[in-house]
Structure formats: C-alpha cells, structure tokens
C-alpha cells in the first residue's frame, strides 16, 4: 500500500473517531442521567432508578427521588415504610401525581382506609395548590348521633368518620374526636373542585384516593451551583457527597463551569481537552490532529500501524 493511500486510510479513521468524540460532548453520556419506561411513566432526572443505585451506589438526581419499577409499576419511596405507585410526572410544572400502593388492602377500592399519616420528611417536596386534606377517625367510640359516618368502616358499634380537614367541628364545637375514637389519620387527595358536604364526601372518598395526590418539588440547596452550570446534581452514598455530571460526560464535585484540573495541562500545552466516557479518561487534541493523553508538548513516538503520533486509542477495536 503507497504511503499516500495509507495517509489517507488514517484521516478517514482520525476524522469519524474525532467527530464520535466531538458529538458526545454535546450530551450527557453518563448512563446515570439517562431517561428510562416504566410502565406509562417516564423517569428522568431529578428522578433516578433506584434499582442502578443499588449496583452503583452513586446516582444522577436528588436525594429521596429514587424510583423503583416493580411489575410495570414505578413506584416512588417517602419514607420507609411508606410507598407510592407514580401515575404521572410533569418535568415541565414540576410536580408528581402518587397514590398509595396498599390503597384497598384492608377493604376494597372503594371503601378503602388510610394507615397512616404522609411524611415528606427531608424531602424537597410540597403539597400542591390542587390538594385537599382529609381527616378520618377511627373507632370511635362516642359520638354525635346526627353526624354521617363510614358505613363500611364500621366495627361493632364503633363508627368511622371523614371530614375535609380543619372542619370536624362545625356545628359541634365542643365535641373532642381525637379523644372519642381510636385513630386519627389525615391523608392528601386531589381537590374535587367542587363544593363538598360531608354526605357527598364519604360517597365519594375512595375515588378520590384512587386518583391520588399532588407533589411539587423545588431545587436543592446543595444542587443549585451544578444546575446553574447546566449540569445534572447527584449522590455518591459511599463517599457521602454530591455529585455533579457534565454534558462532556466527566464527573465533577461542584460545577462544569471552571477548568477541569486534568485539563490544565492540555490547555496550557494549547490542546482541547476532551473526556472518553467509556474509558473514563481526559484526552488531549492537538492542533496537529493528534490525540494525547496530557499534553500536546510532549513528544510522541509514531510507533503505531498509520506512523502517525498519538492515535493508539483509535486502534481499540
């Protein structure tokens, strides 16, 4: 083969390696920060699998918003004890639609009975404006005669009740229900957006906790610098910090603003530093077409197939 032909086998191969490398650096080629299906519902970032992060023990999103598929279902974690199927996420007004994954696993869907109390904890999530609180007793074992009650909560003689919250005692002012019955739980649905008397409510409570409730969440504090530099926040649980991921595809610790310190070297030698997702390593491109490691001061040796310095990452395959 002349060498003028082999010259130009290798500006074919430098050029599509060169222009593979240059089109990852337009996107975020961490498989952390990738979207991904479940079910109906997709998860991308501030949301992140949690089924990777259980491998990885590192994840592209915020702290809590792991979300696990389980049977086609995502289903999203508040707290421990407490999981929630996913049945929409908006990205663009930044809210979650949940509802609770044991809804009707004391009676049936439509006469379900909430367990427990929702708890946000530390989580960068707020109820919505479109929520409505619901107060329910349980058990209780006095109580006013004319007030409806929850037939199908009923136990013995033991009534169950349901009030929009903060309205238990209108018209009985003096009557104490935390102290007549068993349990209070209070639990979020969706407004009905009409107006509700007590007698509509209990006929129409579990179609509202099937269609479940709205969270809206807002940035993390310790997120805002990463996000600013358009990047994607994350956590590394073994090391304890967050984590900042870059469209060129590196990890950083705060922000992808600023030089990179692998590339100060690269660029003091007038090089564009590059990032090899795959190989995870920082990359050098010199004003000569070669590609290096560091530096484009430091002479090389054309000890490869081409007799051109500094494309052995280019013959991995």
């Not at 996000?227 to 910090?241: I, L, M, P």
Request: with cysteine.
């Amino acid at each position: 083969m002349s060498q003028f032909l082999s010259y130009l086998l290798f500006l074919s191969f430098f050029f599509f390696f060169f222009f593979f490398f240059i089109n990852s650096l337009g996107t975020n080629s961490s498989p952390l920060c990738l979207p991904h299906n479940c079910g109906n519902v997709t998860i991308r970032y501030p949301f992140w699998d949690l089924d990777k992060f259980i491998s990885d023990q590192q994840y592209c999103g915020y702290p809590g918003f792991g979300v696990r598929c389980q049977n086609g279902e995502a289903v999203l974690g508040l707290s421990d004890d407490q999981n929630y199927y996913v049945k929409d996420i908006n990205y663009t007004s930044y809210t979650v639609t949940l509802t609770l994954v044991d809804i009707g696993a004391t009676t049936n869907q439509m006469c379900p009975r909430p367990r427990q109390n929702i708890s946000l904890e530390t989580l960068p999530l707020n109820y919505s404006s479109m929520d409505l609180n619901l107060s329910f007793y349980y058990n209780c074992i006095s109580y006013p005669p004319t007030v409806p009650f929850i037939p199908c909560l009923n136990i013995s003689s033991n009534r169950s009740y349901v009030f929009v919250e903060n309205h238990e005692t209108e018209g009985f002012e003096s009557f104490d229900w935390s102290k007549n019955c068993e349990e209070k739980v209070v639990v979020t649905v969706r407004d009905i957006q009409t107006e509700i008397n007590i007698v509509d409510l209990i006929a129409r409570f579990g179609e509202a906790m099937n269609d479940g409730f709205v969270l809206d969440w807002g940035r993390v504090e310790d997120c805002v610098t990463c996000e600013d530099s358009e990047g994607f926040c994350g956590y590394n649980a073994t090391a304890k910090e967050y984590l900042c991921f870059c469209k060129d595809g590196s990890v950083r610790s705060n922000s992808c603003k600023g030089t990179v310190e692998a590339c100060v070297t690269c660029e003091d030698s007038e090089g564009l530093c590059g990032y090899n997702a795959t190989a995870k390593e920082y990359l050098c491109f010199c004003k000569d077409g070669s590609v290096r490691s560091n530096s484009c001061k430091v002479p090389c040796i054309a000890d490869n197939l081409w007799g051109v310095c500094g494309i052995r990452w280019e013959m991995r395959f």
